[in-house]
């Protein structure tokens, strides 16, 4: 069974970083290249970063690039979503998702919340 | 960057009855275009991609069309696990990826 399980959000104050991790399973990670997704209170879904299988090739939005760093570790089915400079509308609900042209698995998100 | 538009943002149906959901791109998509469902406190669920193939498990009851511009999702028969918010996403001219804003399916 495909499984991709978030860890890593919590509260943390603005300016502050935070590490996501994903932890997948139940298929070959190496072979598929993988996003991180957010979702703020309330509100819709916005990509946030991908990274191809390899990790040679990363993009990131607008809103958090330079910021923010996807990376990934196949040896240990892992992804991964480096967070600094936190600002409080970084605050979400943050998901990986395996891309296969769209997004066919999801893992069931953790929170990050940014404030004093 | 392409601008997905779904619409209504609010739609009122009746357990049985049948939905239509709307979502427009800024421009040509060609078929690149998936659904998604989400129900709240649990992550989106693909539904549909390439603008008309359910995903695998997805019941038949869940349809999609269009292409270019203009996607339909259609719910026949709905069910009461079916009441839900459902997203639409390119996927043909990325980064960025890009989501509608949502339609928010519910109980008439």
């Known amino acids: 069974e495909v499984q991709l399980v978030e860890s890593g959000g919590g509260l943390v104050q603005p300016g502050g970083s935070l590490r996501l991790s994903c932890a997948a399973s139940?298929?070959?990670?190496?072979?598929?290249?993988m996003n991180w997704v957010r979702q703020a209170p309330g509100k819709g879904l916005e990509w946030v970063s991908y990274?191809?299988?390899?990790?040679?090739?990363?993009y990131h939005a607008d809103s958090v690039k330079g910021r923010f760093t996807i990376s990934r570790d196949n040896g240990k089915n892992s992804l991964y979503l480096q967070m600094n400079s936190l600002r409080a509308e970084d605050t979400a609900v943050y998901y990986c998702?395996?891309?296969?042209?769209?997004?066919?698995?999801w893992g069931q998100g953790t929170l990050v919340t940014v404030s004093s | 960057e392409i601008v997905m538009t779904q619409s209504p943002a609010i739609l009122s149906v009746s357990p049985g009855e049948s939905a239509t959901l709307s979502c427009r791109a800024s421009?040509?998509?060609?078929?690149?275009l998936a659904w998604y469902q989400q129900k709240p406190g649990q992550a989106p669920r693909l539904l549909i991609y390439?603008?008309?193939t359910r995903a695998t498990g997805i019941p038949a009851r869940f349809s999609g069309s269009g292409s270019g511009t203009e996607f339909t999702l259609t719910i026949t028969s709905l069910q009461s696990e079916d009441f839900a918010v459902y997203y639409c996403q390119q996927y043909n001219d990325w980064p960025p990826y890009t989501f509608g804003q949502g339609t928010k399916l519910e109980i008439k």
């Open positions: 998702a395996r891309r296969w042209n769209w997004f066919d698995r």
């Open positions: 139940g298929f070959t990670f190496i072979s598929y290249e």
């Open positions: 421009q040509s998509v060609s078929s690149d």
């Open positions: 390439g603008a008309s």
């Open positions: 990274i191809s299988s390899s990790g040679s090739t990363i």
